[in-house]
C-alpha cells in the first residue's frame, strides 16, 4: 500500500510516500512530484520509519498518574472548565498549542477558545519561532502575507541568508539553493550569522557579524543605497508610503562603511562587497529565520529587510523576494486559522468589522472582543494565579519556553494542567494533571501549510495505538459536553477543513490575502485526494498563486506597502556573564527529540548535549576538547560536553536546544534564557543569553549500554539515547565509581555478571548475561575516553558470546569490528575515520567519496561536513608530504 504525505518535521512541507509490506512500514521516499522537496529529503525525514514504535507512548488517558477512560477524562476537562469560567471569568482559562497540530485541529480549538468559551488565550510555540515575522509583514504589507515561493530561491542571482543554518534547519531547502548554484555557478551567496556553520560551505561571503546588529547592517545598508541613487524611485512612488521617514531613521546611526564595519566587526572589505553585490543584483532573495525573528527587536529587524526590497522594488517578481522561512511543519496553518492570541481567523485581526463578521460566520455565543495573552505573558499569569485551566497540547513548553523553570514554577500554581500528547515521559507531562493521549504522524489526517503558503495532506497509515485519539476529536467531543455540539458537529478532518475554507471566503471579495474559496465545496473524496497547491484558491487563482505583489497591489486601506522606521538598537546583557550564549537545533535532531530521540541512526551524529566554545575562550577559561562543562547564570546552570571550534566568534558559544530531562541529567538551555521579549511580536530574544563557562570536574567517566531501558543513573551527569538493540548512557560523576556499578548491578539481580575491578583507577567492568547473550554493559574509567563502541554494540546480537568474546568484553579488547569513528553520513552509517582513510587511498572530491563509501549520496545533509574533513585531511597530508 502507498500512501501520500507530509514531514512532521520543519516548515520546508516535504512530500513523503509511505510504502507498507503487511504490517510493515517500509523505508520512507521522498515525493517526486511534490512541488516543495522535488523527490529529495533530509536524514530526520528518511529516518522516520525509524519512529513508529509504540515504545515510549502515551496510550490512555490519565488523571493524577491514575488510568481513566475517555468518559471519565473528557468529563472532567469540561467540568473543570464550566467550573473556572463560572467563578473566575473566561479570562482565567488558557490554551498553548504547537505548530505541529494540523490545520484542522487548530481551527476547532481555535473556534471553541475565541467564539464559544470567550477567551483569547489561545497562544501557541509558534510564537517562539515566528511571531515577529507575522508582526513585521503585516506592519509592512497589512497582511501576513510570504511574498515568494521556493523557485525564487533556484532563479536567484544573489541569496542571502540571514540567521539561518540553512543546511541543518531546512535541509532540503539548502539541497535546492546549491544544486541551483551548481547549475549557475555566478548565483551569489551570502551567508550572515556569526557562527560559521554547514551553511556557509557554499557561501561566496560570510559575514559574521556582532549578535543582533542585524538591523543596523540592513538600515545602514538601506541609507548607503539611498545615497548611490540605486532605488527604484518609480515603484517607492506608485506602490509604498513613508520612505522618508524610514530613511531619517535609517541615517542617523549610518557615518560610513569605515565606522559600520567597526560596529559589526566584520572586515571592511566584506561588508564593502555584500553591498556592492546588492546594490547591482535585481534578482536578489533574502531568506531569514530565527537568528532575526527569536529577538527582543526581531520585528525592526524584519522591517528592515523588507525595507531594502520595497526600496529597490525586489517584491513580487521572480527571484526577488523578502522570505521569512518557518521553522515548524504547520506554523502557517496556525497563523491562517487564528492560533496565535493576537489573531482572530483567516487572516482576521480584532478590528470591530473582523469580530463582527467571525461571530456572526460562527454563530458565537461568547465572541471575544480583544487579544489575549501571549505565551511568555500567559505562563506569567498562570504563575500569578490568574489561570486556572491550562491546556497544552503537542508541545513542551518546560523545555522549549524562556525562563523554563520558572514555566515549571507556574504550571505548579495552576488548579488543572491538561496535555495533549502522544508520549508519556515528556518534562511537561510530569507536572500535568490530566494525560490525553493523541494520535500523531502516520495516523493523524489533515492538512498543513509549509514556507511558501503550500497546503498538503497529511495522510494516515497506521491506526492509533491503544486508545490515543486525534486532536480536533478530543476538543470537538469536549465542546459538546459544554453544549456546542451543534457548532461543533464535524465527523472527519474534510467537514473541519470546508468550514475553515468557506469562512477564509466569507465577506472577503479580494480583501483579504488569506482566501480558500475555490475549496469550500470539496467532497471527501476530493479532500482526500487533494494535491499540494498554494493559497489562494480562488476565482481569479483557480490554481493557487506562486507569489504575491506582482501586481502592486497590498492589503493596507490605499493599497500601498509602508516602509517601517527602524531604529536599531545593539542587545544588552546585565551581570558578571562573560560570555553570550547562542541556541538552535542540531542536524539530526528536531525540538525536545520525541521523535528523533526513537531512532538510533539520528541519535549518532550528536550523541551528547554540548556547547561549542571558540578556541581562545576554551583556552582562557582550561576548558579541554570532550570536557565537562558548567554553563550558568543567575537563572540555573546546565553541564554539557565542550566542544572546540574557530567556527565561533570569541566570547560567544552555542548550545542545542533538543536535550530534556527524558535525554540528559540537566541540558535543558532554556532555564538560562531570560523572559526579554519584542514588544510588538511577544517573541523571546532565544539568541543572546549572558552565560558564565567553567570545566565540570568529576572524578570518573565511563559509560552504560543496555538492552532495556534503566531509571536515570544516579550520577553527576549522565546522557543517554537509542541504539540498534537498545539503549546507551553516557555517565560521569564523584565519588566511587565502583559503588555506582555495585548499586546498578544489585538492581538487575537476574543473570550472570561478569566484573574486572581496579578502584586505584576507578577503572570498572560488568557485563551482565542471560542465557548467554549479552544484556548490560558497564565501563568507567577515571581519564578513558572510550571512543570505539561499535565492537561492543555489535556483542548485542541474538547469538550466545563465544568464550573469547566474554574474555575481549572483560578486557576491553575488540573482537574484528573496526572503528569508523564518528558518525558523519547517517542514511549510510560512514565514520569520519573511514572517510579521512579513503582521502589518504585517493578520494579528492567528494563525488569521489560518494562513489566509494556512499556518503553523501542521499539525503546530502553531511556533505558540508564532508567537505571540512576533505579539506582538513588534504592539508594534514599536504604537510607530511613534501611538495
Known sequence: MLTQTTCPYCGVGCGISVRQDSHTVLPVKGTADHPANLGRLCVKGSALQETLSVGGRLLYPHLHGERVSWDQALTTVSDTLQKVVREHGPQAVAFYGAGQMLTEDYYVANKLMKGFIGCANMDTNSRLCMASAVASYKRAFGSDTVPGCYDDLECADLMVLVGSNTAWAHPVIYQRIAAAKKRRPQMKVVVIDPRRTATCDIADLHLALRPGSDALLFCSMLAWLHDRGCLDNDFIRTHTHGLDEALYAAGKDFISLHKLSDQLDIPLSDLSLFFDWFAATERTVTLYSQGINQSASGTDKGNAIINLHLATGRIGKPGATPFSITGQPNA????????????????????????????????????????????????????????????????????????????????????????????????????????????????????????????????????????????????????????????????????????????????????????????????????????????????????????????????????????????????????????????????????????????????????????????????????????????????????????????????????????????ASNARMGKLISDRRDPLSGQPELKITAVKASPFHTDWQGFILSRTELNAPDCAYWAAGVTTQGVYYETAGHGSAQQWADNIQQQYPQGDWLTLDDSRQQHHRRLLLRDGRLQMVIFTHRHEAFSNRQWLLQRFDDQPLSTADRRALISGRSVDAEDNGAIVCSCFQVGDKQIRQAVSDGCHSVAALSEKLNCGSNCGSCIPEIKALLDSTEAALAKEIPL
Not at 463 to 489: H, Q, T
Not at 633 to 649: L, M, P, W
Request: hydrophobic share 40%.
Open 332 to 663: 502557517m496553518g496556525g497563523r491562517e486559522v487564528g492560533g496565535l492570541a493576537n489573531q482572530l481567523a483567516a487572516h482576521m485581526d480584532f478590528a470591530p468589522a473582523d469580530i463582527d463578521r467571525v461571530q456572526r460566520f460562527w454563530n458565537a455565543p461568547n465572541m471575544i472582543g480583544g487579544p489575549g495573552l501571549k505565551a511568555v505573558d500567559m505562563f506569567q499569569a498562570v504563575r500569578r494565579g490568574e489561570i486556572k485551566f491550562l491546556w497544552i497540547m503537542s508541545t513542551n513548553p518546560l523545555v522549549s519556553m524562556p525562563d523554563a523553570d520558572a514555566v515549571k514554577e507556574a504550571m505548579r500554581h495552576c488548579d488543572m494542567v491538561v496535555l495533549s500528547d502522544c508520549m508519556a515521559d515528556t518534562d511537561t507531562a510530569a507536572a500535568a494533571h490530566l494525560l490525553l493521549p493523541a494520535a500523531t504522524w502516520g495516523e493523524k489526517n489533515g492538512t498543513v501549510t509549509n514556507s511558501e503558503r503550500r497546503i498538503s495532506r497529511q495522510r494516515s497509515f497506521l491506526s492509533p495505538p491503544g486508545e490515543a485519539r486525534p486532536d480536533w476529536w478530543v476538543i470537538c467531543e469536549v465542546a459538546r459536553r459544554l453544549g456546542y455540539g451543534d457548532a461543533f458537529s464535524f465527523s472527519h478532518p474534510a467537514d473541519i477543513f470546508a468550514e475553515h475554507a468557506r469562512l477564509s471566503a466569507f465577506e472577503n471579495n479580494g480583501s483579504r490575502d488569506f482566501d480558500l474559496s475555490g475549496l469550500t465545496h470539496l467532497s471527501r473524496e476530493q479532500y482526500d485526494q487533494l494535491a499540494p497547491l498554494q493559497w489562494p484558491v480562488n476565482a481569479r487563482y483557480p490554481q493557487g498563486r506562486a507569489r504575491f505583489f506582482d501586481d502592486g497591489h497590498f492589503y493596507t486601506p490605499d493599497g500601498k506597502a509602508r516602509f517601517i522606521s527602524v531604529s536599531p538598537a545593539l542587545p544588552t546583557t546585565t551581570g558578571d556573564s562573560d560570555l553570550l550564549m547562542n541556541t538552535g537545533r542540531v542536524r539530526d535532531h528536531w525540538h525536545t527529540m520525541t521523535r528523533t530521540g526513537k531512532s538510533p541512526r539520528l541519535a549518532q551524529h550528536i550523541a551528547e548535549p554540548y556547547a561549542e566554545f571558540h578556541t581562545q575562550d576554551a583556552a582562557r577559561k582550561k576548558i579541554h576538547p570532550g570536557q565537562l562543562v558548567r554553563i550558568s547564570n543567575g537563572r540555573g546552570e546546565i553541564i554539557v560536553r565542550a566542544k572546540i571550534s574557530a567556527a565561533q566568534r570569541r566570547g560567544e558559544i552555542f548550545v542545542p536546544m533538543h536535550w530534556t530531562s527524558r535525554y
